[in-house]
Each structure stands twice: as C-alpha cells, then as structure tokens.
C-alpha cells in the first residue's frame, strides 16, 4: 500500500493558478502511473491528468488540456498538477492516486487521501 497526502488547495479567482502536490510515501515505484482525480459537490470522482513511471507520457480529461499540466519528481515520489486559467466549474477536492490504465479508463490502486480542496470564484 502507498500512503497518498495532497496538498496546495485554496480558493482563487477564476483566471488563478494553483499547484497542486502529492506527497506518495510506502511501497512506491516509478513502474506506477500516477493520476489526479477531482471530486465536485453532489458529483462522482472524475479522472483528470495521469503521467507514466518515467514522466514520459501524460494524459488529460478533455475539459483540462491545455490548462493543466502534470508533472512528477520519482526521486522525491512527489507528483505535481499546474492548474493554470482556472474557472469556476474547476471547483472540487482534487486527489491523487497510483493507477492503472484499462482501455480508456483509469482506475486506483490505493485507498484514497484526504485530497485537497480548490474553489475558484467567479
């Protein structure tokens, strides 16, 4: 099991940037993708950004590319999104999470942290 701790959250104007970061500490492997995931009021966890264990490859739901960014540092196992022109539909808990990819989808390995909240005002 990995121990997942995200941190960064806060409240911002829409327009904002935020990073966000993930703190993994337990059995961690660069072998492992790592993804973020946001949770709004009232809605399901959605996928947001994934890159693989060397950094090489990343991926995005549609309604982030081009504003965010993730990143990792497998040598600190920290993983970073850079939330950039922010807006107010941006507004949930955001976690993150080992995952892997099955067909177009992409699911946890771990239990979940506590995650972080980011609220953007519009």
């Known amino acids: 099991q990995v121990q997942l701790v995200e941190s960064g959250g806060g409240l911002v104007q829409a327009g904002g940037s935020l990073r966000l970061s993930c703190a993994a500490s337990g059995r961690t492997s660069t072998n492992y993708d790592m993804a973020w995931f946001r949770q709004a009021p009232g809605k399901e966890r959605d996928f947001v950004a994934a890159?693989?264990?060397?950094?090489?490859?990343?991926y995005y739901a549609d309604s982030v590319k081009g504003r965010f960014t993730i990143s990792r540092d497998n040598a600190k196992n920290t993983v970073t999104l850079q939330m950039d022109t922010l807006n107010p539909e941006d507004t949930a808990v955001y976690y993150c999470?080992?995952?892997?990819?099955?067909?177009?989808?992409?699911?946890?390995?771990?239990?979940w942290g506590q995650g972080t909240q980011v609220t953007v005002s519009s």
């Open positions: 999470n080992r995952v892997i990819q099955i067909g177009s989808k992409w699911f946890p390995l771990d239990a």
């Open positions: 890159i693989s264990g060397p950094g090489l490859r990343r």
